[in-house]
């Protein structure tokens, strides 16, 4: 199980980051919101490992294909949710 304190850290981690993501959107003298898109990759992010873990048996197998697939699902949204504000800049839409 996860500890307390790093759970409570990546909470505040996830506040702040969403924090700055909305600040930084709603300043009125820019008037981009094409960052807002990224709240699309935090709302898709844990849907493959819900699926996975519905699908999955409640074996005690080391590893599931199913599972694995999921996090490389998962992983691949995470880099997304990275790569796009990246790409943003460089079209120079953000």
Do not use: Q
């Not at 909305?22 to 919101?33: D, H, I, N, T």
């Not at 873990?53 to 880099?79: N, P």
Request: hydrophobic letters at 55%; proline letters at 6%.
């Amino acid at each position: 199980p996860v500890p307390f304190a790093a759970l409570v850290a990546l909470s505040f981690s996830g506040a702040i980051g969403l924090t700055f993501l909305m600040l930084g959107c709603a300043l009125e003298y820019y008037g981009v919101y094409w960052p807002l898109f990224v709240l699309i990759f935090y709302f898709i992010c844990p849907i493959p490992h819900f699926i996975a873990k519905r699908i999955s048996d409640d074996s005690d197998a080391a590893s599931s294909a199913c599972r694995e697939l999921a996090y490389f699902f998962t992983t691949g949204i995470v880099v997304s949710a990275f790569g796009f504000p990246i790409i943003l800049a460089r079209v120079e839409a953000v």
